[in-house]
């Protein structure tokens, strides 16, 4: 059932359904153009006085948002009517779908970042559990590398002591030639 908003002649907005329209009474403002019956042959019209300016807005409040629709049947006006409120409708319906679609497209974002950050998780659970076996594996090696450094250690002193070694028996060498000579 569709709804016709109706304004009457003081300035009240009243709701109505289709079948409770009724044409309004066409008022004729007659009072915008002032004839003064002492005015020259040449100037009948004048501008109206601040009075009958006064009385004419005041006579006309509702008739104003009637004057478009002077020559207008009351089918006509409750077909513009029904047009407009279409038209409304569908202007409507198309914000709420734009707002809609921009509501599902959030969504849709939300569950991508949210499947994107369980990935990033289960990638985070990965190395960190990656790091401890490394760290076990370190600890346990850990024996071993010290026996290294140990052994490196020896094998420096080891070499220090071959390298004096060469020398003396390079010394001594050379005091044998030297005695043999004699």
């Given at each position: ?5 109706m ?21 004729v ?47 006509e006006?409750?077909?513009l009517?029904r ?11 198309g ?19 949210a ?35 140990q ?32």
């Amino acid at each position: 059932m569709m709804m016709i908003m109706m304004a009457d002649e003081e300035k009240n907005i009243s709701a109505a359904t289709e079948e409770e329209v009724k044409p309004a009474p066409v008022a004729v403002d007659t009072t915008d153009t002032y004839v003064s019956p002492q005015a020259p042959p040449d100037q009948e019209e004048h501008q109206p006085s601040m009075d009958t300016v006064s009385t004419a807005t005041n006579s006309s409040v509702g008739a104003a948002t009637l004057d478009s629709t002077v020559g207008t049947q009351p089918e006509e006006l409750r077909g513009l009517c029904r047009d407009m409120f279409e038209k409304m409708s569908l202007y409507l319906n198309g914000e709420l779908s734009v707002v809609c679609d921009d509501y599902k497209l959030l969504e849709s974002m939300n569950k991508v970042s949210a499947a994107k950050y369980a990935e990033m998780r289960g990638v985070a659970a990965g190395v960190s559990k990656a790091m401890i076996d490394l760290n076990e594996k370190y600890a346990s090696l850990q024996p071993y590398l010290d026996q290294i450094d140990q052994i490196e250690d020896s094998v420096a002193s080891l070499e220090q002591a071959a390298y004096r070694l060469d020398a003396y028996s390079k010394r001594l060498e050379a005091k044998f030639k030297q005695l043999e000579k004699r």
